[in-house]
T-cell receptor, first 115, second 113 residues
Framework: AQTVTQSQPEMSVQEAETVTLSCTYDTSESDYYLFWYKQPPSRQMILVIRQEAYKQQNATENRFSVNFQKAAKSFSLKISDSQLGDAAMYFC????????????FGKGITLSVRP | DAGVIQSPRHEVTEMGQEVTLRCKPISGHNSLFWYRQTMMRGLELLIYFNNNVPIDDSGMPEDRFSAKMPNASFSTLKIQPSEPRDSAVYFCASATGQGYGYTFGSGTRLTVV
């Protein structure tokens, strides 16, 4: 079974600084997708970024980028120029390629941003 | 696009009562998922449907929980009878294609007293 591990329950960053959130996963599949979701206090789950396992290039979305290390099964999220609105819970998630696949989430990490 | 619509947003009920949570997925999405979120267990997948057919309900806690998807635009999650330990936020999500993430609804916060 696939598992997603986020070992840091909480992190804090100074506004305008950069922070990296860690995630590891376990799978025997070679083709899959990885995601980071943000859940602010409003509880809405928001897709931040996605990565296709067959692509070597790391995904980037504005201030958000990932460091995807397929061999190490590592998928970290880097937030640059942190803003107060980035304070939220962040979930790493995995979905294997193919029909009828489900999204498996890590436990999440709470990010606070200090003004 | 209105996104995934869940109702109600909040529900408070007494133990033993029946609770029905509703979800309208995004038009054109062929997969629908029900998740439960608690502090202790995080996000748990309860059941998911593909083209209105239940694919995997192994996450449904027990027989008190049931889910239906009578058509492509509507799904329900029912708890009967409800218990205090069912208190959680229940999310519905829909998706299209295998490579995309899910679009989540705003969730229903259920409190069973």
């Amino acid at each position: 079974a696939q598992t997603v591990t986020q070992s840091q329950p909480e992190m804090s960053v100074q506004e305008a600084e950069t922070v990296t959130l860690s995630c590891t996963y376990d799978t025997s599949e070679s083709d899959y997708y990885l995601f980071w979701y943000k859940q602010p206090p409003s509880r809405q789950m928001i897709l931040v970024i996605r990565q296709e396992a067959y692509k070597q290039q790391n995904a980037t979305e504005n201030r958000f980028s990932v460091n995807f290390q397929k061999a190490a099964k590592s998928f970290s999220l880097k937030i640059s120029d942190s803003q107060l609105g980035d304070a939220a819970m962040y979930f790493c998630a995995y979905r294997r390629a193919g029909a009828n696949s489900k999204l498996t989430f890590g436990k999440g990490i709470t990010l606070s941003v200090r003004p | 696009d209105a996104g995934v619509i869940q109702s109600p947003r909040h529900e408070v009920t007494e133990m033993g009562q029946e609770v029905t949570l509703r979800c309208k997925p995004i038009s054109g999405h062929n997969s629908l998922f029900w998740y439960r979120q608690t502090m202790m267990r995080g996000l748990e997948l309860l059941i998911y449907f593909n083209n209105n057919v239940p694919i995997d309900d192994s996450g449904m806690p027990e027989d008190r929980f049931s889910a239906k998807m009578p058509n492509a635009s509507f799904s329900t999650l029912k708890i009967q009878p409800s218990e205090p330990r069912d208190s959680a936020v229940y999310f519905c999500a829909s998706a299209t294609g295998q490579g995309y993430g899910y679009t989540f609804g705003s969730g229903t916060r259920l409190t069973v007293v």
